[in-house]
């Protein structure tokens, strides 16, 4: 097994604001050999009819992941650094629960094969100290993978938000969404 080399220290930031929906991600991503040439992350159009504004989905690697929970083959784990790695394909059932209880929505289930897959957070990449093959491609830094530090110097009118109410359940994650000062207070009272 090779020498893994995470770094705590490093986040993973999105920025909508900044996505000039390019699909430069996607194309990266569905490079990755350990995705069977399928992208991981996706750009989608807000209101195509009205606007060009578009947004990142990608997962956003929940503290307490839910589609781990409701797994029933125990085929998704979340690992010691706080990835939750896409379902292993010898156990996953294909039974799209994980994909029916994501409050983001993000697994998909690969029809072909039957099984859940998702952004893992390039771990074959960030286990080793490089970038996710996303972030090193952005045009805009609408994705952006460094410290909290890097991050607040080229964003200081932006916060990173990593907690989320859905009703009422909050939901911390390891992958920030960045937002206006100020708007970081209206999210979780």
Do not use: W
């Not at 929940?62 to 990835?83: K, L, R, S, W, Y």
């Not at 080229?154 to 989320?164: A, E, G, H, I, Q």
Request: proline residues 6%; aromatic residues 6%; glycine residues 4%.
């Amino acid at each position: 097994m090779p020498e893994t080399n995470y770094d705590q220290e490093m986040a993973f930031f999105v920025d909508m604001q900044r996505c000039i929906g390019c699909h430069a991600c996607e194309m990266a991503c569905a490079e990755c050999e350990t995705n069977g040439q399928e992208s991981m992350i996706h750009v989608n159009y807000v209101d195509r009819s009205k606007s060009t504004q578009t947004t990142v989905q990608v997962c956003m690697h929940c503290e307490d992941p839910t589609c781990a929970n409701v797994c029933p083959a125990d085929a998704i784990h979340q690992d010691e650094f706080g990835v939750v790695h896409s379902a292993n394909t010898s156990r996953c059932i294909g039974c799209s629960n994980c994909v029916l209880a994501c409050p983001f929505g993000v697994p998909k289930k690969m029809e072909e094969a039957e099984l859940m897959m998702k952004c893992n957070m390039c771990y074959d990449r960030t286990s080793v100290g490089k970038k996710p093959m996303c972030a090193t491609v952005c045009p805009s830094q609408a994705l952006f993978f460094g410290t909290k530090e890097e991050i607040a110097r080229m964003r200081p009118d932006s916060v990173p938000v990593n907690s989320f109410l859905f009703g009422k359940q909050e939901v911390n994650t390891k992958v920030n969404i960045m937002m206006p000062k100020g708007t970081d207070q209206l999210l979780i009272p």
